[in-house]
């Protein structure tokens, strides 16, 4: 009886190392997260590599049997392939992924890869698109995001005056007294007449971060709401805020904060990188990035020439105008 048990369990393990079930199926994110059955299927991926490998039919041997060898490239693959396999096994650190549909963000403007070593790595297209807003044409991915251009000839990505938009008008990316989990905070602001409650709106950045407000926020007209990732004002450096979020994080080279209604309509977009110009100049830890206020609107807030440091301190000391108007650009 134990000899027929212990050859079950060995034809199980069998079964499962060289079944491709964990690499095709959609329901593999569960059981991927067990390190075994990830080494278990990163040796299935080896396996179909050495199967399908190239052969370069060489001349008949003594024997008359072929003498073969592969491509230099594809020899080269597989011997990084078992390279990256032992570095697994040895340290015990497996990626986040597996397959490139491990990676997938919901963003069609992002292309995803899973890199062996690094995980999931996302890079931007220029791939066609639907920003789902009736009054844009040409839609086309930029930064990662999908915006086109309106009808009337201005940008779209954003709406104003009464048709419930929100513009956004600072953002606080690289607190410098506190650290980035503690410190982070952007602005909105109201341009229209009537209030806009952000209960059920989202904000994602360019990556997989993504947060759904699921409490009424009202901002009303004229007026601006501060949204924290910490609303604790003892811990964040002094900020009174109006709604706080989570699982969303400003990158401090280079990210974008996207607003959607409700409808999944994307309100506003902003999109920095302070790696480059107009944006390198505003690099200051400590310093939110501010809109000039003589350009509050969801159009010019694409532009870094408009955008500046803002020059007044709050707090524990960093400086910005948080729930205030901001200040002129040009007079710094």
């Not at 390279?83 to 990676?103: F, K, M, W």
């Amino acid at each position: 009886m134990k000899k027929f048990l212990a050859l079950a369990l060995v034809l199980l393990v069998v079964a499962i190392v060289s079944t491709s079930v964990f690499a095709t199926t959609g329901s593999t994110n569960r059981w991927l997260k067990n390190p075994f059955l990830r080494l278990w299927n990163a040796i299935h991926v080896l396996q179909d590599q050495v199967q399908n490998i190239s052969i370069i039919e060489g001349p008949q041997g003594p024997a008359g049997e072929c003498s073969c060898s592969v491509t230099t490239a594809d020899f080269q693959a597989l011997t990084v392939r078992v390279q990256q396999l032992e570095a697994g096994v040895s340290g015990y650190n497996l990626p986040d992924c597996i397959l490139d549909a491990d990676c997938y963000d919901n963003n069609i403007c992002t292309d995803e890869v899973c890199d062996f070593f690094q995980g999931c790595v996302y890079s931007y297209n220029q791939n066609s698109c639907d920003d789902n807003n009736p009054d844009t044409v040409n839609d086309v991915c930029n930064s990662g995001i999908c915006s086109g251009t309106s009808s009337s000839g201005t940008g779209g990505g954003g709406g104003t005056g009464d048709s419930g938009g929100l513009v956004i008008t600072e953002i606080m990316y690289n607190p410098d007294a506190v650290s980035d989990t503690a410190g982070e905070w952007f602005e909105v602001y109201n341009p229209g007449s009537s209030a806009v409650n952000l209960n059920g709106w989202t904000i994602q950045d360019l990556g997989t971060d993504s947060f759904t407000f699921s409490q009424d926020v009202l901002v009303q007209p004229s007026d601006y709401a501060v949204l924290c990732k910490n609303t604790d004002n003892t811990l964040n450096g002094g900020i009174i805020c109006d709604a706080g979020y989570s699982s969303f994080t400003l990158g401090n080279t280079a990210d974008a904060i996207v607003i959607l209604n409700p409808n999944n309509e994307i309100i506003d977009d902003v999109s920095y990188d302070i790696s480059v110009d107009p944006w390198k100049i505003l690099n200051i830890a400590g310093y939110s990035l501010q809109l000039d206020y003589s350009h509050y609107s969801a159009t010019d807030n694409d532009d870094g020439v408009y955008w500046c440091n803002a020059f007044d301190s709050y707090g524990t000391g960093d400086y910005g105008t948080p729930g205030t108007v901001n200040s002129d650009c040009n007079a710094g």
